[in-house]
């Protein structure tokens, strides 16, 4: 069936070997706030005490139903409209955000390139550094080893010193991402990491992503920019309102989805 | 790009039939697990889950010292604000509740009694403050990064505990000063801080659940903290209207964990003062318990936070 014809159209993909199973998946999170009234401040008493859910929760059901396989090999970019639920999937595969109701497995732990949300901002680029390399698990030498490397992909000199919130933001997401690329992983997912910076950063970025690639097995990459996906991925899925719209060819999807958007 | 659009194969109608599918109609499950693949967002068994939290140790050090720079990053004074906030308060505890009050009455050395009280009670109030925002306040972090969720609590404990280790410094100068002389006693400090820190932790974790389900405590919070603070016997010792309550709150008081372990050092720093024995047995029953029950409660819980 389907299976059959994919394979013949990308090439790199190794059926035999798959990383990433994905099993009728709903994700749902909760949204506390943000509208509506909550009533006054008895009756949210009220309802604490009766146990029950506060109108200002909402529900955001942004996943619903996706199924897919990813094998090695594999560069996979998710493409669809803001809010289609791209994000979210991908916070799922990696573990980070529990599933409503489905399955999921991966070969060892998938891994979001998210590392920014351990650093701190008033702290230096060096510190920061350091405390981004534990924060993905590694050890105090690995991090020592790694840190030459990191620094000088970021390129950013003598302002590793300063505190990171005097960076401009393109040197922060240099930054950002020379962190989180410095570790290898099996499966590695990016979400909208080479929207910042400039061309430059960004061609060592795309060479440093089919490196890891290369290394790792499948990269997932969220991206709004088509040509990023047709540039460095294999396949794309096209997700509309958390379903998947259409799985294939990079180009094919990237196509499809230009001719319906434009 | 912009050529007819290759109606895809695939292009399906229900979202679960999209995926190019396990091959020979098995389950993907099975195929899944014929891969070695492994289930996802699953909360590992204990012991891996410990050990998995022991190899966090150098990241939970480094956030905690990280965290504890960056809180005083804006102020021009930098570090010397960890010291300058206990005394601080201290002041104000005095002058109201020594100068204004006259809440000294049956207390000799109350200047060294009411900074010893506010100091470590502040340790607990804290630590049990900052273990109900640990997962709530961080769930950018959670959505983020893999790392046992237990890391957090356990880091901010740590930054109280660190804070602690200076108000320590300040407390002992202070009873110094008002006259204590330095004994053997002394060394009892560390064990009542070791029982007083496994407390705090085991707390820290329980409220991390209880903030990550019900993010409202956070404004409760603030209540219950300062009702325990004035139950737990900081600004006077609680002796002086417990014989007037019934036996029930009377043990109550006594038992009462954030009073025990400022009860102990009390004991250990000022002359005037003798503790019972069973004040040891108590903080020793609530280091334990409490840690223990507190781990397990938050790891029960391991794989539901990120949901938010």
Same mark, same amino acid.
């Given at each position: 069936?389907?299976?059959?014809?994919?394979?013949?159209?990308?090439?790199?993909?190794?059926?035999?070997?798959?990383?990433?199973?994905?099993?009728?998946?709903?994700?749902?999170? %909760?949204? &506390?706030?943000g509208?509506?009234?909550?009533?006054?401040? /008895?009756?949210a008493?009220?309802? &604490?005490?009766?146990?029950? %859910?506060?109108?200002?929760?909402?529900?955001?059901?942004?996943?619903?139903g996706?199924?897919?396989?990813?094998?090695?090999?594999?560069?996979?970019?998710?493409?669809?409209?803001?809010g289609s639920?791209?994000?979210?999937?991908?916070?799922?595969?990696?573990?980070?955000l529990?599933?409503?109701s489905?399955?999921?497995?991966?070969?060892?732990?998938?891994?979001?390139?998210? $590392?920014?949300?351990?650093?701190?901002?008033? &702290?230096?680029g060096?510190?920061?550094?350091?405390?981004?390399?534990?924060?993905?698990?590694?050890?105090?030498?690995?991090?020592?080893?790694a840190?030459?490397?990191?620094?000088?992909f970021?390129?950013?000199?003598?302002?590793?010193?300063?505190?990171m919130?005097t960076? /401009?933001?393109?040197?922060?997401?240099r930054?950002?991402?020379?962190?989180?690329?410095? %570790?290898?992983?099996?499966?590695l997912?990016i979400?909208?990491?080479?929207?910042?910076?400039?061309?430059?950063?960004?061609?060592?970025?795309?060479?440093?992503?089919?490196?890891?690639?290369?290394?790792?097995?499948? $990269?997932? &990459?969220?991206?709004? /920019?088509l040509?990023?996906?047709?540039?460095?991925?294999?396949?794309?899925?096209?997700?509309?309102?958390g379903?998947?719209?259409?799985?294939?060819?990079a180009?094919?999807?990237?196509?499809?989805?230009?001719?319906?958007?434009s | 790009?912009?050529?007819?659009?290759?109606?895809?194969?695939?292009?399906?109608?229900?979202g679960?039939?999209?995926?190019?599918?396990p091959?020979?109609?098995?389950?993907a499950?099975? *195929?899944?697990?014929r891969?070695?693949?492994?289930?996802?967002?699953?909360?590992?068994?204990? +012991?891996?889950?410990?050990?998995?939290?022991?190899?966090r140790?150098s *990241?939970i050090?480094? @956030?905690?010292?990280? !965290?504890?720079?960056?809180? @005083?990053?804006?102020?021009?004074?930098?570090?010397?604000?960890?010291?300058?906030?206990? #005394?601080?308060?201290?002041?104000?505890?005095?002058?109201?509740?020594g100068?204004?009050l006259?809440?000294?009455?049956?207390?000799?050395?109350y200047?060294?009694?009411?900074?010893?009280?506010? *100091?470590?009670?502040?340790?607990?109030?804290?630590?049990?403050?900052?273990?109900?925002?640990?997962?709530?306040?961080?769930?950018?972090?959670?959505?983020?990064?893999?790392?046992? !969720?237990?890391?957090?609590?356990?880091?901010?404990?740590?930054?109280?505990?660190?804070?602690?280790?200076?108000?320590?410094?300040?407390?002992?100068?202070?009873?110094?000063?008002?006259?204590?002389?330095v004994?053997?006693?002394?060394? #009892?400090?560390?064990?009542?801080?070791l029982?007083?820190?496994? @407390?705090?932790?085991?707390?820290?974790?329980?409220?991390?659940?209880v903030?990550?389900?019900?993010?409202?405590? +956070?404004?409760?919070?603030? @209540?219950?903290?300062?009702?325990?603070?004035?139950?737990?016997?900081? *600004?006077?010792s609680?002796?002086?209207?417990?014989?007037?309550?019934?036996?029930?709150v009377?043990?109550?008081?006594?038992?009462n964990?954030?009073?025990?372990? #400022?009860?102990?050092? !009390?004991?250990?720093?000022l002359?005037?003062?003798?503790?019972?024995g069973?004040?040891?047995?108590?903080?020793?029953?609530?280091?334990?318990?409490?840690?223990?029950?507190?781990?397990?409660?938050?790891?029960?819980?391991?794989?539901?936070?990120g949901?938010?």
């Amino acid at each position: 069936m389907a299976v059959a014809e994919q394979a013949a159209t990308t090439v790199e993909r190794d059926l035999s070997s798959p990383t990433v199973v994905v099993d009728d998946l709903h994700v749902i999170y %909760r949204v &506390l706030g943000g509208g509506g009234a909550t009533g006054s401040g /008895s009756t949210a008493l009220s309802r &604490l005490v009766r146990r029950q %859910r506060s109108p200002g929760v909402r529900e955001v059901h942004a996943v619903r139903g996706v199924s897919l396989t990813s094998y090695r090999g594999e560069a996979i970019g998710l493409i669809g409209r803001n809010g289609s639920g791209k994000s979210t999937l991908l916070r799922a595969i990696a573990g980070l955000l529990p599933p409503a109701s489905g399955r999921i497995f991966s070969e060892g732990q998938a891994s979001l390139l998210g $590392v920014h949300a351990a650093l701190m901002n008033d &702290l230096s680029g060096e510190r920061n550094v350091y405390l981004g390399c534990l924060a993905m698990g590694m050890t105090p030498a690995e991090a020592r080893d790694a840190y030459d490397d990191i620094v000088d992909f970021a390129g950013i000199g003598e302002f590793i010193s300063f505190p990171m919130r005097t960076y /401009s933001s393109g040197m922060s997401a240099r930054l950002r991402f020379a962190i989180a690329a410095a %570790r290898s992983h099996n499966v590695l997912m990016i979400d909208e990491a080479l929207a910042t910076g400039d061309a430059e950063f960004r061609r060592k970025s795309e060479q440093r992503i089919k490196d890891l690639r290369d290394k790792s097995g499948t $990269v997932f &990459l969220v991206s709004h /920019s088509l040509g990023v996906v047709t540039a460095t991925c294999s396949r794309a899925i096209w997700l509309d309102k958390g379903l998947i719209r259409m799985d294939g060819p990079a180009d094919e999807v990237v196509a499809a989805y230009s001719a319906e958007t434009s | 790009m912009d050529s007819v659009a290759p109606v895809s194969p695939v292009v399906p109608d229900e979202g679960r039939d999209a995926a190019p599918t396990p091959p020979d109609g098995e389950s993907a499950a099975d *195929f899944a697990i014929r891969h070695g693949l492994q289930p996802v967002a699953t909360r590992p068994p204990l +012991r891996p889950y410990i050990s998995q939290l022991w190899g966090r140790r150098s *990241f939970i050090v480094s @956030f905690a010292s990280s !965290r504890n720079i960056a809180t @005083f990053a804006h102020a021009r004074l930098g570090q010397i604000w960890q010291l300058l906030t206990p #005394l601080l308060n201290a002041a104000v505890y005095y002058l109201l509740f020594g100068l204004l009050l006259q809440a000294n009455r049956g207390v000799e050395n109350y200047e060294a009694f009411l900074i010893i009280g506010v *100091f470590v009670f502040t340790y607990t109030q804290r630590s049990v403050h900052s273990g109900t925002v640990a997962i709530s306040g961080n769930l950018n972090m959670i959505r983020a990064l893999h790392f046992p !969720r237990a890391t957090l609590p356990l880091a901010f404990t740590l930054i109280e505990l660190q804070q602690l280790m200076v108000s320590v410094m300040v407390m002992l100068a202070i009873v110094l000063v008002t006259g204590e002389p330095v004994t053997w006693a002394w060394l #009892l400090l560390l064990p009542i801080l070791l029982l007083q820190t496994m @407390f705090n932790t085991g707390a820290s974790l329980a409220m991390a659940r209880v903030g990550a389900r019900y993010p409202d405590i +956070r404004q409760l919070l603030p @209540f219950m903290l300062r009702a325990w603070l004035y139950v737990s016997g900081v *600004f006077y010792s609680v002796d002086q209207f417990a014989d007037r309550t019934p036996r029930l709150v009377q043990v109550a008081l006594e038992a009462n964990p954030g009073g025990v372990y #400022l009860e102990l050092v !009390r004991g250990a720093l000022l002359r005037e003062l003798s503790v019972p024995g069973q004040v040891w047995a108590y903080a020793v029953g609530w280091a334990v318990v409490v840690l223990l029950a507190g781990f397990w409660y938050f790891y029960r819980a391991e794989e539901t936070y990120g949901r938010g």
